[in-house]
């Protein structure tokens, strides 16, 4: 019972402690001259974890489609945030392309691509744990019984 319970505490607590919260360009945060390419790399993206855009207030943050961030055309931004700090919430898997809308920026490198993948990459050993508890106690039982057969003939 009591390992059941403690299986059970591992199950519910193991997601929660997965989210991350990433800070663009690190100390630096968003800015001219930051390498934002570099940034990304070895990165996992996952849903659920959440970018951090620290910025001043010549720079903000345009969510764009692919296209104008291949072109540095915020013209038609999905989202526009100017606020200084602004938290993105990775809430779908897929590809997420943010830039800065400030004339020269963006093309100076100041454009940032995320790939987000779903969450519960580790999913498939989980089932395994549940079906696992419930055959132990009956193998115990099956072999008490053996051995209570075997000393009393
Ligand atoms: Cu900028």
Redesign the pocket.
Known sequence: MGLEAALLLLLLAAPAALAVQYIVGDSAG???GGDYETWVQGKTFTVGDTLLFN?DG???VDEVSKNNYDNCNSGNALRTHNDGSTVIALSNPGSMYFI???I???A?G?KLAVNVVAAGGSSPSTPSTPSDSPTTPRNNAEWLDTIAAISSS
């Open positions: 968003w800015t001219s910025y010549t720079h903000s800065c809308p400030t020269g920026h963006c100076g100041m």
